[in-house]
């Protein structure tokens, strides 16, 4: 059966924005985005089928549409090519938790953005050092999984969502990178120089938490239009884009 002209995103019923991205193997993969909603429907397993370049690509995509999020928590959202209930389904990957909405009857499955990075090991939850020297200088956050300000002072975990506080892991853009260039320098389009510079550039990305606090080590307030894990993505192609000017 032909899969319908148009996708309808699960969260707000609005149409979504088709997004065509290359598989490991080389075939086209059509995957269906909210951008306000900050959603992925994967038909079938595109998931476990992307390219890293394409995986670079969504990464590159989900910044630059940020300014579009209205995010709310997920209530029972229904799958959008057969009707039926979602399932709530967690994951783990790489030692990494993650959670996503699977179809029962495998026609696909529905992620948020922040739960594809985590997925592709991008963002992990904050470890006890960082979240005690967070606090000592942020107070409110915004939550990268539905919006809802998160106050850190009475826990690290979203009341709406359950999502933990987490940060953009700079170790993995390395990596991806590194795979990216290993995969397109068959066909001699990838600058060669790229990781060494990555290495460079990653010093500004484990640098985020003093740039976004202001460097002045009082408590300041990130508010609704910025997070951490926008941020960290902020950083990380901030730097890419001023290398490549």
Known sequence: MAAPAELRCPGCSQPTTPQELQ????????????????????????????????????????????????????????????????????????????????????????????????????????????????????????????????????????EYCRSPVSILDPAHVDRVLRDLQATEAKRGTVDPTLPQRLAMDRLEVDDFFRRVAGGSGQSNELGAALSLVGAGIEAVLGSLIGHGR
């Open 23 to 158: 598989g490991k193997y080389g075939q086209p993969l059509a995957l269906d985005l909210c951008f306000p909603c900050s959603i992925i429907w994967f038909d079938g397993y595109e998931s476990l089928l992307l390219a890293p370049g394409a995986i670079l690509a969504l990464f590159t995509v989900i910044h630059a549409h940020r300014a579009e999020e209205r995010l709310r928590p997920l209530v029972r959202p229904s799958c959008p090519r057969c009707r039926t209930t979602l399932v709530a389904t967690h994951d783990r990957q790489r030692d990494v938790a993650f959670s996503y909405w699977r179809c029962p009857a495998e026609h696909g499955r529905l992620t948020t953005f922040v739960e594809f990075l985590r997925e592709k090991d991008f963002v992990r939850p904050l470890a006890p050092a960082e979240l005690t020297d967070l606090k000592g200088r942020v107070r409110t956050i915004r939550c990268d999984g539905c919006g809802a300000a998160l106050d850190l002072q009475r826990g690290s975990i979203c």
